[in-house]
């Protein structure tokens, strides 16, 4: 549960970006476009909310997580004060799990209350308007209703109703479809209307929306946005229903329709609906809706239709899945590591320290010898003829900081920048960064991907001599050993990578002796 309430934040940030500005200009771009655009965004926004998790698999993140900088290593021993402040930085980390835990829990709680309360009172109008309704069987009623649905297209059944308890016109059910009429509507003409009105809801589909809408605002009930989204979402599926009405009216009636719907609209005007349900259609909204309502009927100023927008605003969308994945993999990758390597950490810092110090000592003699032999699995120096390691892989800063690969310098203040940086293993190069900001990120690297799910990162280079797609093999020239990115000076920065999990480079890099 916990990564798909990570799932859902992210999705909710992602889309707000574009929902504020969407929100703030609405009025003045509701004078450019058709209410039918505005429809069709709301639908692309509440799809791309109701999926909150994207595949992960091939994503490759190329985020640091720990810093390059030299660091001592001074291990706290038992009754001081730097044991003190370990055992308050471990009590921290509880405490951020166990509120995010009960954060979570609060989030999935009250997703499915508000749910269960709004299904059930759809249950309870439902009933209460069945149990005040008639099934109309006047036949100048269904022949004209019989009429509007041939002519609209729509094969399935819809029954009509009469009811006692409403006061306006509304549609029910998406898969057995019910108008419900009241009794005030008298006139041929307004009757026309009124089921022209409703069967456009019927064949547009609105009510599915609206469900759509409503697990939208269940999932996402904490953020504003999204229920501002949903209340603009009402009244333009209204107004998308309006102008289907118009544009069939005016064939059949001419210019003197505009006007005749107009005048119904506004007849509702205090007719509002008792028992209504945000799962349902009809006339009635509150009274500013209904004025603005009326406002676009009568205005005739064409609008457009917004296809090249609707094609920004789906590629937009579909950029913020790609980067909300991202930071997904990136808060996820490598936890599990992390925490199995603190918890030896823990266990015997002192231990680990030297086993890290005795696997450089052993690299660098292997490297230095000569005696080595690549085997199956098994990764070539990438920095050939220099072999010291000046960070090495694990945790450091008394437990506080990870470092997520090894830093390989020159020997005694050797001189490397600029040296030759090859290819750990056979490969393909799958990512290549050559524009970096100074003092941020990994700078100038390279992602290689190898065999069975294992992945090599080269960075802070000078130089970048392949691009992405390029096969290669162990030992060929990749690029330059330089001090971009995060580096103070000029360093090989090198990681190892299973399945987006940083693991130890040692276990790669010491191949067996001839």
């Known amino acids: 549960m916990r990564s798909l309430f990570q799932g859902v934040l992210g999705v909710s940030l992602g889309v707000s970006v574009l929902l504020l500005p969407l929100l703030l200009f609405s009025e003045q771009l509701r004078k450019k476009y058709r209410p039918q655009f505005f429809c069709f965004l709301w639908t692309v926004m509440a799809i791309r909310l109701i ?5 992960q698999e091939n994503l490759v993140i190329a985020f640091p997580i720990g810093s390059t900088e030299q660091i001592q290593w001074e291990m706290p021993e038992a009754n001081t004060p730097q044991a003190a402040e370990e055992i308050d930085r471990q009590m921290q980390e509880v405490t951020k799990a166990a509120v995010f835990f009960s954060a979570e829990k609060i989030w999935f709680c ?30 100048g009623i269904k022949r004209e209703l019989e009429k509007i649905c041939c002519e609209l297209n729509i ?7 009469r009811c006692k308890v409403t006061n306006s016109p509304f549609l029910m059910g998406p898969f057995f479809p019910k108008i419900i009429l009241p009794d005030c509507i008298t006139a041929e003409r307004q009757l026309h209307y009124v089921l022209l009105h409703e069967l456009s809801h019927q064949r547009r589909r609105d009510i599915l929306l609206k469900y759509l809408l409503l697990a939208v605002r269940c999932i996402h009930w904490f953020n504003p946005l999204v229920w501002l989204m949903a209340k603009q979402a009402q009244a333009d599926i209204e107004s998308a229903c309006d102008a289907a009405v118009l544009t069939f009216s005016e064939r059949e009636f001419g210019t003197t329709a505009r006007r005749e719907y107009g005048m119904v609209i506004f007849s509702f005007l205090q007719g509002q609906r008792k028992n209504s349900s945000i799962l349902t259609t009809g006339f009635s909204s509150d009274k500013r809706q209904i004025i603005r309502r009326f406002e676009k009927i009568m205005d005739k100023k064409v609008k457009k239709s917004g296809v090249l927008f609707s094609a920004l605003i789906i590629g937009a969308t579909a950029l913020s ?20 390597s603190q918890e030896e950490y823990s266990k015997n810092p002192n231990a680990y320290l030297e086993e890290q110090e005795k696997l450089q000592e052993e690299i660098s003699d292997l490297y230095s010898s000569g005696q080595i032999q690549l085997e199956n699995g098994q990764m070539l120096w990438p920095l050939p003829k220099h072999y010291k390691i000046k960070e090495p892989y694990g945790w450091r800063d008394k437990g506080t900081d990870f470092h997520s690969g090894i830093d390989i310098v020159g020997a005694d203040q050797e001189e490397i920048f600029g040296e030759d940086v090859v290819a750990a293993a056979d490969g393909t190069v ?13 700078g100038q690297h390279i992602i290689l991907e190898h065999e069975n799910g294992v992945s090599t990162l080269y960075a802070y280079l000078s130089e970048t ?13 990749i690029g330059k050993v330089g ?5 103070e000076e000029a360093h090989l920065h090198f990681e190892v990578r ?5 693991v130890n480079p040692a276990q790669y890099l010491l191949v067996n002796r001839n």
């Open 483 to 487: 001090a971009t990115g995060f580096a």
């Open 498 to 502: 299973e399945k987006e999990n940083h």
């Open 430 to 442: 799958i990512y290549v960064q050559t524009d970096w900001t100074p003092g941020k990120g990994y």
């Open 465 to 477: 001599g392949v691009k992405k797609g390029d096969k290669v093999t162990a030992g060929q020239k």
């Open 51 to 55: 999926f909150p998790t994207v595949p």
């Open 155 to 161: 094969r399935q059944k819809v029954r009509i109703y």
């Open 321 to 340: 899945t790609v980067m909300i994945g991202c930071v997904d993999v990136c808060a996820n990758s490598g936890e599990d590591s992390l925490r199995v």
């Open 110 to 139: 009250t997703a499915v209350i508000l749910l269960l309360f709004s299904l059930i009172g759809y249950w309870k109008s439902r009933k209460e308007v069945m149990r005040w309704s008639a099934e109309i069987t006047e036949q």
